[in-house]
């Protein structure tokens, strides 16, 4: 078997080319993401890969994909193992698990290889829209289905660049995605065929995109803001490896009371805090009770995350606290994150992997709710929950004029992640054009415009306090109506495509 690999990769030269030019496009491509963050690599880091499977058979295309994608899975989501390793204290079950998760993400890519290997051999016309189709029909599917890692959709390597992002109260950021992967396609159309159409097909692309996003920009900067809102952002920046143990109990909440003292005196209307910052139940233990009540003055309304148990269940919850100190409500998780808030198919993973901590499932949420408070209408996400555009487009259309996000990214302290987590706030911003508040434990916290535009961002691993005045307002976008509506026409079109060939490619070998 490795003579055979040998021959094939090194001996022939040609072979060996093609090796290369996969391994470019998968570092090409993790390179454009936080927190590398060269965006403009995204708009190019696909064209060696589909060269390689322009000129290569089914099984050759399905193995350079595969070669892209454990490349760039391996560089962009270098964090799952720390991550692994809090949450199981093994070394062996976290480098296991962090290569399942790594060669999973690079099926997509060997997917996405073979549909374009399957009808190469047509009209170009056929590749570049068949070819971004695909690809978005496969990042919805990993977005949703097949255990939901939606980290680094490709539009999301587009963050830093406001112009180009404001397609995404239309299309969402799957729209994003698809337009990135057609330029990909029209710059190896032109690169292989030297026809000029192409390049300029690309330019008209570009420029349409910012023209489009300078417009928007400035009619969404002239909407009609309803309430102000002066909010107050708490990073304390804990350690992971306190905030559960019983004797640092008051030493978090004492650390607590100091980082957000600054607040105090200010008549602020909601001071907001991380996902599970409260080391113990707030309606059970007293030291949380009184620091809570020490606190709650601060404001009219005060966002705390914490864990809430109702008939033995555990929901990781945001309280809703009035200024006298009392639980008036409380949002609940309704997307866990896997291996970190639950395992699946928890009985046989334990016997295979044995150290998971397998008691600390929690329960998930069923109801969607938005909270009105005197000033605004509030939709929460937990953490992970911003991975899911349709979470926030849901608590929008049910009435909420502002967002939050409350998150905990202490698991993967100062690596990539935190970066790649805080961008998505930008394209929920933008999708529902709504001013969105991030409250992270170690960072990143900040306020993002409806724009996309960050009004005010902390460094991550610091503790700090913030202070901003954000605003309502009532706008209903076409992504908030629409939904992903553009990726089902995607999925269609790329599932009558593949049909379409495969009975003409079939009828054509009977006869």
Request: proline share 2%.
């Given at each position: ?5 040998v021959?094939?990769?090194?001996i ?11 391994i ?7 390179l ?21 499977i322009y ?8 193995l350079y994909?595969?070669i892209?994608g454990?490349m760039?899975?391996?560089i962009?989501?270098n964090?799952?193992y ?12 976290s ?11 690079s ?7 073979i ?11 056929t ?20 255990g939901?890692?939606?980290i680094?959709?490709?539009?999301y ?12 109260d ?7 995605s ?5 330029i ?10 030297r ?9 008209f ?12 920009i400035?009619?969404?900067?002239q ?14 920046n804990?350690?992971?490896k306190y ?23 200010k008549?602020?209307?909601?001071v ?13 233990n007293q030291d949380v009770?009184?620091?809570?009540n020490?606190i ?20 990781n ?8 100190g ?5 949002y609940r998780?309704?997307h866990?994150?896997?291996f970190?808030?639950?395992?699946p ?10 150290k998971?901590?397998t008691?600390n499932?929690?329960?998930?949420e069923?109801?969607?709710k938005?909270f009105?408070?005197d000033k ?6 937990i ?17 909420a ?7 905990n ?10 970066y790649?987590?805080?961008?998505l ?14 409250a992270?434990?170690?960072g990143?916290?900040g306020v993002?415009a409806?724009t996309?535009k960050?009004?005010r ?5 610091e ?5 901003e005045?954000?605003?309502t307002n009532?706008y209903?976008?076409?992504y ?9 026409l ?9 049909l ?9 070998t009977?006869?």
């Amino acid at each position: 078997m490795i003579k055979n690999i040998v021959n094939k990769f090194i001996i022939e030269e040609y072979k060996l080319k093609y090796l290369i030019f996969s391994i470019i496009s998968g570092i090409l491509l993790a390179l454009s993401f936080q927190k590398f963050n060269f965006f403009f690599l995204a708009w190019i880091a696909f064209v060696p890969l589909i060269y390689c499977i322009y000129k290569n058979d089914l099984k050759f295309s399905a193995l350079y994909s595969f070669i892209t994608g454990i490349m760039y899975s391996i560089i962009a989501f270098n964090w799952m193992y720390l991550f692994l390793l809090k949450n199981t204290s093994s070394f062996s079950d976290s480098c296991t698990i962090s290569m399942i998760v790594w060669i999973c993400l690079s099926l997509y890519f060997v997917v996405w290889g073979i549909g374009i290997n399957f009808i190469k051999k047509k009209n170009k016309i056929t590749l570049i829209l068949f070819a971004p189709a695909l690809w978005v029909s496969l990042e919805y599917i990993r977005n949703y289905y097949f255990g939901s890692f939606p980290i680094n959709l490709l539009g999301y390597s587009q963050s830093s660049v406001t112009q180009v992002i404001q397609f995404a109260d239309i299309f969402g950021v799957f729209g994003i995605s698809f337009i990135i992967m057609l330029i990909n396609v029209l710059l190896f159309c032109w690169i292989c065929n030297r026809e000029k159409k192409y390049l300029l097909i690309v330019i008209f692309v570009v420029c349409s995109m910012f023209v489009y996003g300078y417009i928007r920009i400035n009619q969404i900067s002239q909407i009609n803001n309803e309430k102000e809102i002066k909010i107050g952002i708490v990073q304390p920046n804990i350690e992971q490896k306190y905030k559960f143990k019983k004797r640092y109990v008051k030493k978090i909440l004492y650390d607590l009371k100091q980082a957000g003292i600054s607040l105090e005196n200010k008549n602020l209307d909601i001071v907001l805090y991380p996902e599970t910052v409260l080391p113990k139940n707030i309606k059970e233990n007293q030291d949380v009770k009184n620091f809570v009540n020490n606190i709650s003055p601060w404001s009219n309304y005060t966002l705390i995350g914490g864990f809430d148990v109702e008939n033995y269940k555990v929901y990781n919850s945001i309280f809703v606290v009035s200024n006298v100190g009392e639980v008036i409500d409380s949002y609940r998780k309704k997307h866990l994150i896997l291996f970190g808030e639950y395992v699946p198919f928890e009985g046989l993973l334990a016997k295979m992997f044995s150290k998971f901590i397998t008691d600390n499932n929690l329960t998930k949420e069923i109801e969607l709710k938005a909270f009105t408070l005197d000033k605004c209408s509030l939709g929460i996400n937990i953490c992970s929950e911003n991975y899911y555009p349709y979470l926030s487009r849901e608590l929008v259309l049910k009435g909420a004029n502002l967002l939050t996000t409350h998150s905990n990214d202490a698991w993967c302290d100062g690596l990539s992640y935190p970066y790649q987590h805080f961008v998505l706030n930008i394209f929920r911003a933008i999708e529902n054009r709504k001013y969105l508040i991030v409250a992270s434990n170690t960072g990143i916290s900040g306020v993002i415009a409806p724009t996309g535009k960050i009004v005010r961002q902390t460094k991550n691993q610091e503790q700090i306090v913030l202070e901003e005045t954000v605003y309502t307002n009532n706008y209903i976008t076409i992504y908030d109506k629409i939904g992903d509506l553009f990726v089902y026409l995607c999925m269609a079109y790329a599932v009558i495509i593949l049909l379409f060939f495969f009975f003409r490619t079939k009828n054509k070998t009977l006869s």
